[in-house]
């Protein structure tokens, strides 16, 4: 088993994790990581903040230095594009920058690649200034973009958008933000959150536009101005933060099962037993909420990546996590644990007029899932009760002034 060869595809967090976890595990086999990125696996959730702002360099953003990849004996091929994955003898064919084809054989093969941005299906949608944010070299782009901008529109009101806009309403950009529906964070958290950071937003000078489609992005060579269901915005700079897709068009081509995602089992396994998958891009089975899911979180790569290095070592722990997720703008830390769907009672702990509050979800008298604004300690208490199933004292749970860990009945 340890003298097996190992091939990740992908540069990010999972296929780091991977890797990072099999040399934990004694294994002496080769791996090898195959990115289309020019740079080291590193994480993305500064992408859209202190990268984006300045505040951190590429480096910083690494997973792993390089020299670390160099003593735990893990060749990373950078630049690299696998065009295809021959399953019946176990090999790939992948091409370099400005390289000629080449082919490696494997014994176990990992899929981690992540997720891409959804494209907006608008004209002109490729004029200069109009960008995606998914990678280092996107976030360079829309900073050359920066220099002499006055106005931005963002289409979206998700997570990355409302990064983006809060960065760039600190360096004094106008900022816009175009939101198809009837509200922001509409597909991930409720009302009152929302709520709430509609507000905040707009409290910084942020205008935001719900219920408003975008119908066409205007210029010559560069953007111009955005057409929106309301009207025309003036626009030096757009950012489009419409959702991703899995990246699973490798595991369809060569048969692996996929659905909204690359389907694997509870040990990351997929419809072939020699090929993982861990990360964004796996639709995997969750215990807590008896359905499949897919998550694009940060956890979830690193524990998923994890049960690919037990799974490869023949261990075969099974993932059972409850997912979280966070999201920094201004000064507000949101820490979201498990997933809202379907709650059919929430409880409100704190005063948004503060900014530090939690809200508390629950369906059959269970809490499956909380949104957590500058309150950590009722974030990580929440991951608990949530995992164990507590019954919980709903009259304490609304009360700031009692101890969250003295909730439970």
């Not at 093969?109 to 997720?115: F, K, N, P, S």
């Not at 560069?222 to 757009?238: L, N, P, R």
């Not at 709650?343 to 899932?369: A, C, H, Q, T, W």
């Not at 208490?381 to 919980?392: A, E, Y």
Request: charged share 20%; with cysteine; net charge negative.
């Amino acid at each position: 088993m340890s003298e097996k060869k190992i091939v990740i595809i992908g540069g990010g967090q999972a296929s780091s994790q991977v890797a990072t976890s099999l040399r934990q595990k004694n294994f002496t086999g080769e791996i090898t990581i195959l990115s289309s990125e020019r740079y080291l696996p590193y994480q993305r959730p500064p992408l859209s903040k202190k990268y984006l702002s300045g505040e951190l360099d590429s480096e910083r953003l690494y997973l792993k230095p390089e020299k670390f990849y160099k003593e735990q004996d893990i060749n990373i091929m950078l630049g690299s594009y696998v065009e295809a994955v021959d399953r019946k003898n176990s090999s790939l064919i992948f091409s370099g920058l400005g390289a000629k084809e080449s082919k490696i054989n494997y014994d176990n093969l990992v899929i981690a690649t992540g997720t891409t941005p959804r494209r907006i299906s608008l004209e002109n949608s490729d004029l200069g200034g109009v960008h995606y944010l998914r990678s280092i070299a996107d976030v360079e782009e829309i900073k050359k973009s920066l220099t002499g901008a006055k106005n931005m529109v963002i289409i979206g009101g998700g997570y990355i958008g409302l990064e983006v806009a809060a960065v760039a309403k600190t360096i004094g950009l106008n900022v816009t933000v175009v939101e198809m529906a009837s509200r922001i964070l509409e597909r991930v958290t409720s009302p009152v959150i929302s709520s709430f950071y509609h507000s905040f937003h707009e409290s910084k000078g942020v205008k935001i536009m719900t219920s408003t489609s975008v119908n066409g992005i205007n210029g010559d060579t560069k953007v111009s101005s955005v057409e929106t269901s309301s009207g025309t915005i003036d626009a030096d700079i757009v950012i489009v933060g419409i959702g991703v897709l899995p990246c699973q068009s490798l595991a369809e081509e060569c048969g692996v099962e996929t659905g909204n995602g690359i389907m694997v089992n509870e040990y990351c396994v997929t419809s072939d037993s020699n090929i993982f998958s861990a990360g964004d891009c796996t639709l995997h089975p969750s215990a807590f909420y008896k359905k499949d899911i897919r998550l694009e979180s940060v956890h979830n790569a690193i524990e998923q990546g994890k049960t690919v290095a037990s799974s490869i070592m023949e261990e075969f722990i099974p993932y059972n996590q409850i997912p979280w997720f966070w999201s920094d703008q201004y000064n507000l830390k949101f820490q979201i644990a498990g997933l809202n769907v379907d709650y059919d009672d929430l409880i409100v702990r704190g005063s948004p007029k503060e900014n530090s509050f939690s809200v508390f979800y629950f369906k059959n008298g269970l809490m499956i899932s909380s949104d957590c604004v500058n309150s950590a300690q009722e974030h990580m208490m929440s991951r608990r009760l949530i995992f164990n199933k507590s019954k919980i004292n709903l009259e304490k749970l609304e009360d700031k002034e009692i101890n969250i860990k003295e909730v439970i009945l």
